[in-house]
Structures are given as structure tokens and as C-alpha cells.
């Protein structure tokens, strides 16, 4: 699966790994920074409780900091500024209160501030070598909208920019009725028209996700065997209204139709 929807926000599962990654780097700067202080290694035991407490601040902070959101525009450099607030400002003050609260999380005087020290330049080293040595598009999901009209002109419109495709790669526009052409206008990727099964493209193509975006009902519905085989293939399939929706995190009313909003969880509300 591509993404993971936590509390109803969409976390793309890469930058889930990423932060796996650099929890263990966390971990290891809560050591580095009591052998930094002591000159020696901590018991593990004693230093074991601090350490966890310190993973889960440090990233939840981060997180909350945006520096996980797939389509961050500001760069490596924006990356850090966040990091840096989340660790130093945040992190130190969430972990002082837990230390406060629960003094069994708490480690010797200054060992937070040489592990927040040390956590920040792990973690922008690793960020650093995966901006440089892996390709952004090698962690991305592959895309393919299906129809090339009004409502597939949506996307073109609204993901033009590279910065506004971060967390996937469009392979392309599908033309569900010949001479329906809205999008080649944007100039993003090439407009086709499948002429063999729909799956064995998604294949050759080595297609993720399936947007379904036809203006026409009848074109989807007549292609839902299609669409069927290719989500029982492994390939997602989703509506475009919920695509914008999980990319740009924003609704378009141009888009919106009854039955989305009959079945949409957005208006869940607690009952008194």
C-alpha cells in the first residue's frame, strides 16, 4: 500500500520508513550523547526508558512539524529549519515535562541536550543521503488517470508543478473515448489511448494507482470489469475527487457529487 491513513490525514508510506529510519538514529544519538557527556557507555537498563521517551517525542514533534509531508516545498534547508524546532524548542520541552511527570524517564543532567544535539545532525545526515544518493522517484507510487477530459484537467491544473507531485509520479492521461483531450494543453505527460486490456497496460507501465476521472459515467461503467481486474491485480483504484483530496488537501466543489457526499466520513461528528 502505498499510504496509510492515520486520524484522517494520509501519510505515504516512504516517508513512513524515513521516519523509521531516523528513529533509530535517535536512538543511538540518546547513547552518543551520555557517552559524549561521561566518557562511557550507559547501562542499558537504566537508559532504556529515556531512550524510547526521547524516539517518540523527537518524532512525533517532527511530525507535527510538517518535515514528514510529502508535498513540503521548502526544500533541505526548510526541512531542517523545522527539524530544528521540532528537536530543540519542542522535543526538549515535551521531554523536560515527561522527566517531570515520570522522573524514571528522565537521564543525568545535560544528557538531554547532547542527544537532542547529536539526533539533529543524524537526522539531517540521513536526509541528506537520501536526497543524494537514492532517486525521489524510486520511493514514489506510480499514477495513471484514467480519462483525459474536464475532470481529469483537474489534476494537470492543480499538480502541474513538480513540488506538487512529490509523493507520486504521473505516468500519464488514458483517453476513455477518442478525441477527448483536455489536459495535453498543461504540457505535464503524454495523453494515449490503450488499445490493448487496460490491466496489461497498467502493467507495462508498472502502474500503482488508477484515478478514475471520465467525464463520462458510461465510460467508467463499461470499463468496470477493466478497473475491476486491475484492482484485484494489486493496482489501487480510486475516484479523483478523493486523489485531490489525499494530495493537495483540499476539496474541489467543481468535483463534488451526492454520493460523495453521502459517503464521505468527513461530516462524522461525536454525539452528546
Avoid at 85 to 114: E, Q, R, W
Avoid at 140 to 167: H, I, N, P
Avoid at 258 to 269: C, H, R
Amino acid at each position: 500500500m502505498a499510504h496509510v491513513r492515520i486520524l484522517r490525514h494520509y501519510i505515504h508510506t516512504p516517508y513512513l520508513l524515513l521516519a523509521s529510519v531516523e528513529a533509530v538514529a535517535i536512538a543511538f544519538a540518546a547513547s552518543a550523547g551520555y557517552y559524549t557527556l561521561h566518557g562511557e557507555l550507559p547501562v542499558l537498563d537504566s537508559h532504556l526508558p529515556f531512550t524510547i521517551a526521547l524516539v517518540l517525542t523527537l518524532t512525533f514533534f517532527m511530525a507535527a512539524m510538517g518535515v514528514y509531508e510529502a508535498r513540503l516545498r521548502e526544500g533541505y534547508s526548510g526541512m531542517l529549519l523545522r527539524t530544528a524546532v521540532a528537536i530543540f524548542l519542542l522535543g526538549t520541552s515535551g521531554m523536560a515535562v515527561l522527566s517531570y511527570l515520570l522522573p524514571s524517564l528522565s537521564a543525568a543532567p545535560g544528557v538531554l541536550l547532547f542527544a537532542a544535539t547529536e539526533a539533529f545532525v543524524l537526522v539531517a545526515i540521513v536526509r541528506w543521503l537520501i536526497a543524494h544518493l537514492v532517486d525521489d522517484d524510486l520511493l514514489k507510487r506510480r499514477v495513471l488517470v484514467y480519462g483525459a477530459g474536464a475532470r481529469a484537467s483537474k489534476v494537470a491544473s492543480r499538480m502541474r508543478r513538480r513540488s506538487d507531485r512529490r509523493a507520486f509520479v504521473l505516468v500519464g492521461f488514458l483517453q476513455t473515448i477518442q478525441g477527448e483531450d483536455a489536459v495535453s494543453e498543461h504540457g505535464i505527460v503524454p495523453v494515449t489511448y490503450p488499445e490493448n486490456e487496460l490491466l496489461d497496460y497498467c502493467k507495462r507501465s508498472k502502474v500503482d494507482e488508477m484515478v478514475v476521472a471520465s467525464d463520462e459515467r458510461r465510460a467508467a461503467s463499461e470499463s468496470l470489469d477493466e478497473l475491476m481486474a486491475c484492482r484485484l491485480s494489486g493496482i489501487d483504484v480510486c475516484e479523483i475527487q478523493d486523489f485531490i483530496e489525499r494530495e493537495a488537501s483540499k476539496i474541489d466543489v467543481d468535483l463534488l457529487q451526492k454520493s460523495w457526499l453521502l459517503y464521505s466520513d468527513g461530516f462524522v461528528t461525536g454525539g452528546l
